[in-house]
């Protein structure tokens, strides 16, 4: 085949890989684009949706009072101008928002238990006609919110219930009967029984639970959802929306809303004329007996008496001390319960004394009394903590049993003592308290009582007459109050619109996250890549130099090198040559290191190659294999290992016996041989030495293969003996952490002259590749496999920028220029 042949076939390939690059990223692209859409399809059918409703409402300018509403508190002095305010429509908004407005709301609607119908992949809210059975609640029992409680109706007359978790109570009950435990008091009801007849009905779910709900919680809940705003900025319409999983629900609750707030504003205004109308009756109850009583007072005065006498400064005196001596009675008598109370909740001890009413609620400042309290309350408080953690004998336990009692002691005798003393307090009161009334009995009547009776008499008269007019009035008012505020469009069912899933947005995200992703994720891969991707990605980590660069290997044949084809591999390796010989300058025996990281970098191939090249310019040349762990030479080049280097080694062979001749002219080798315990020994010996000066003086260039060094420190011995050393990193296989090892390695002066050489550069292709592996593990604990992928494609490292290297990658250089 002539050269121009071997161009146009390599072009072919190269077309050939680039379609099927492009077919891969389709078939990327497409995968993407079904994950996504079928992401986006069983989200939107699975969600469990949710619907937002809204009703509005019309804001009108609040009236004033009636006239005659307004006139009366004028004549009383209680109008108040607060009630005469401008409506401004963000005050009704927040009136709306409030959260006693909600509260009013929420407890007239039916929200205190939520059901839930249970389903194969997702559950779902049931309210009001949509729930087979009503649960009542015993409102004088506590009951415990926020637990699942799981119903199974078996038939007509009968249902399973189920409440996991902690409680684990799983009980067959009958409908209509109550439910009853220390959390829990309730009956369920079952509707519609009439479905019984025949078969036990199909529900649509799989059974059935339900919450009760914390009331706190709901009324906060619809706080936050509930969105109050204008139709315009110069409209008085209010819109009300709000969201939630059943549509009926959140109608219930805006029209309830509603009729909440109207109502709020009516008994605002109703309000005002009660408080007047209440204000009239309160005057009128007490004219009427103060009237009645001077009537009476009046007739009886001028039956009974016949002069005037005035009152005397004695009689004066009397009055004073009988209100005195009355307060001071009280006050004794409610001391006097609060000491029975506490002597008989001392003698019960039924409790810490921690719910023991203080002697200063009710106004006892008795500072021994509060201490002798203060000190048992704290003694039980100790007690409590103890017994958590100590047994039936603890000391300390006893200790404090000790003291509760003396205590308890102290405190009982100390009440009974206040009890006797506060008798004899009583008793002294009401001795005085006889005595007073008594002198008060021989006072005489005074001409001034009869004057002060008939003032009183007629003043009352005229309030009364007034009073019972202006009540009148008052009532007329508040019998013609109106709301300032209507409904204008109450929220229905039908006209709620689906908010959650958003279908159309969900699959237009799914659309554009199937073109995103595959993008993002080379991005990041190449990003966050700690191989070596670019002649610069070796430049960052280590100076030592990069003597050449070695294209991919598709082809099945290791051996590529000649000097016929004009491939770019080939010329790669000429070029590899070429640099070579300018490190060789002043040498003329050239031995020649050959090693790398890891395995899987080619450094078998590149040996191999690099070997062939020199021979190919006249250049007698030795190939020899040192990975005496995993010998790979004679298997490339079709040899026999059975003898080789191993046994020079051990002084089984000579030199010239393991010593082979290859198929190519000046081209010699020497296998590993049998693979020995321990090579490491034998490659640090002086034999080492000796091979190497033996071969010198017969070989123009020495080129030695080694095992990787990151494994094993073979290399590190044989760098001693070799000119210069060849550093293989493989294109995206190599990580940045090896060059740092060799670059310290190269620091400490363990390799002199080294270069690198990078290899597996790809031009435009993923695909294309040819592999084979290799891998080995022996007793002593060491092993390595590898994979090479080369093509017969090549490219020089360029630097180029992040998105133009993207771009190559998604696309290929034949896309990109």
């Known amino acids: 085949m002539t050269n121009q042949d071997t161009e146009i076939t390599e072009q072919g390939i190269d077309i050939k890989r680039f379609l099927f690059k492009l077919l891969i990223r389709w078939y990327l692209f497409v995968i993407s684009f079904i994950i996504a859409f079928l992401t986006a399809y069983f989200y939107n059918r699975y969600s469990e949706p949710e619907y937002m409703v809204s009703s509005t409402l019309l804001i009108r300018e609040k009236s004033d009072l009636s006239d005659g509403l307004k006139s009366i508190l004028d004549n009383f002095g209680a109008s108040n101008k607060s009630f005469q305010y401008e409506n401004k429509l963000q005050t009704e908004i927040e009136i709306l928002r409030s959260y006693n407005l909600i509260a009013q709301t929420i407890k007239e609607l039916d929200f205190g238990i939520q059901y839930v119908g249970i389903g194969t992949i997702r559950n779902k809210e049931l309210y009001k006609e949509s729930v087979p059975f009503e649960v009542i609640l015993d409102t004088s029992h506590q009951q415990l919110s926020g637990v699942k409680i799981y119903i199974n109706i078996l038939s007509a007359q009968k249902y399973f219930i189920e409440i996991k978790n902690h409680y684990n109570i799983s009980k067959e009950m009958l409908f ?13 009801l079952l509707k519609h029984t009439e479905l019984f007849n025949q078969q036990k009905p199909n529900f649509g779910h799989e059974g ?27 409209a008085a319409v209010l819109i009300l929306s709000s969201s939630g999983k059943v549509p009926q629900k959140e109608v219930d609750f805006l029209n309830k ?13 109703s309000q005002i004329a009660t408080n007047a109308i209440k204000f009239i009756d309160n005057q009128l109850e007490g004219i009427v007996d103060s009237l009645t009583i001077a009537e009476i007072r009046l007739q009886n005065f001028r039956l009974l008496n016949k002069s005037i006498i005035d009152i005397s400064q004695e009689g004066q005196a009397l009055f004073k001390k009988l209100e005195e001596l009355q307060m001071e009675g009280s006050v004794l008598q409610i001391k006097s319960k609060y000491y029975d109370y506490l002597l008989n909740y001392i003698i019960g001890r039924k409790s810490d004394f921690k719910d023991i009413i203080a002697p200063s609620a009710i106004g006892i400042n008795d500072p021994l009394l509060t201490s002798l309290i203060a000190e048992l309350s704290k003694l039980y408080s100790e007690k409590s ?24 002691n102290s405190l009982l005798e100390n009440v009974r003592n206040i009890i006797k003393s506060t008798q004899i307090s009583i008793d002294d009161n009401e001795k005085r308290l006889a005595e007073t009334q008594q002198e008060i009995q021989k006072l005489p009547v005074t001409e001034r009582q009869l004057i002060n009776i008939q003032r009183k008499f007629e003043l009352n008269d005229e309030i009364y007459t007034y009073l ?113 010989q300018y490190v060789f300058l002043n040498t003329n025996h050239k031995s020649i290191l050959v090693t790398s990281s890891s395995s899987g970098e080619g450094k078998t191939f590149c040996a ?24 790979a030479i004679h298997k490339y080049l079709n040899l026999n290992n059975s003898i080789g280097l191993s046994d020079y080694y ?89 060059l740092k090892l060799i670059d310290g390695l190269h620091n400490i002066k363990l390799f002199g002259n080294i270069n690198i050489v990078i290899n597996d550069v790809p031009l435009n292709t993923l695909a294309g590749y040819y592999a084979y592996s290799y891998g080995y593990a022996y ?15 090549y490219a020089e490292l360029k630097n180029e920028t992040k998105s133009r290297k993207l771009l190559k990658r998604l696309f290929g250089n034949w896309m990109v220029k």
């Open 176 to 188: 209509g009967e109550y439910f009853t435990t220390d959390y829990f008091k309730f009956k369920i």
């Open 208 to 234: 059935f639970y339900f919450i009760i709900n914390n009331t706190t919680a709901v009324i906060n809940e619809y706080l936050s959802k509930l969105s109050v705003s204008q139709t315009d900025k110069d």
């Open 257 to 269: 809303l509603g009729e909440v707030y109207i109502g709020y504003g009516l008994a605002e205004k």
């Open 385 to 408: 903590v103890i017994e958590y953690s100590a047994k039936e004998n603890n000391p300390t336990l006893n200790v404090i049993n000790i003291k509760i009692e003396n205590a308890y």
């Open 468 to 580: 019972l007019e202006k009540r009148a009035e008052a009532g007329i008012a508040k019998a013609s109050i109106i709301s300032d505020n209507k409904v204008i469009d109450f929220a229905r069912p039908e006209r709620a619109a689906n908010i959650f899933p958003r279908t159309n947005h969900n699959y237009m995200i799914a659309i554009i996250c199937s073109l995103i992703i595959p993008l993002l994720i080379i991005l990041l891969l190449d990003f966050f890549s700690e191989k070596i991707m670019e002649k610069k990605d070796v430049e960052d980590v280590t100076k030592i130099p990069i003597i050449s660069t070695i294209g991919h290997n598709n082809q099945n044949n290791l051996i590529i090198a000649d000097n016929k084809s004009r491939s770019i591999i080939n010329n790669s390796f000429w070029n590899l040559k070429t640099n070579m």
């Open 608 to 631: 191999i190659n690099l070997a062939v090249i020199f021979s190919l310019i006249g250049k007698k040349t030795i190939l020899i294999d040192c990975d005496l762990r995993k010998p």
């Open 650 to 738: 051990l002084g089984k062979k000579t030199l010239q016996e393991i010593i082979v001749p290859s198929e190519q002219e000046n081209l010699y080798i020497i296998s590993s041989g049998s693979i020995p315990p321990i090579p490491y020994f034998l490659l640090g010996t002086d034999k080492t030495r000796e091979l190497i000066e033996k071969i010198k003086k017969d070989f123009e260039y020495i080129i030695i293969d080694t095992p990787p060094i990151s494994i094993v420190t073979d290399a590190i011995q044989l760098s001693a003996y070799s000119d210069t050393t060849i550093f293989l990193v493989r294109h995206n296989f190599t990580n940045r952490g090896a």
């Open 779 to 793: 007793k002593y604990g060491y092993g390595y496999n590898y994979n090479y992928y080369y093509s017969d494609d």
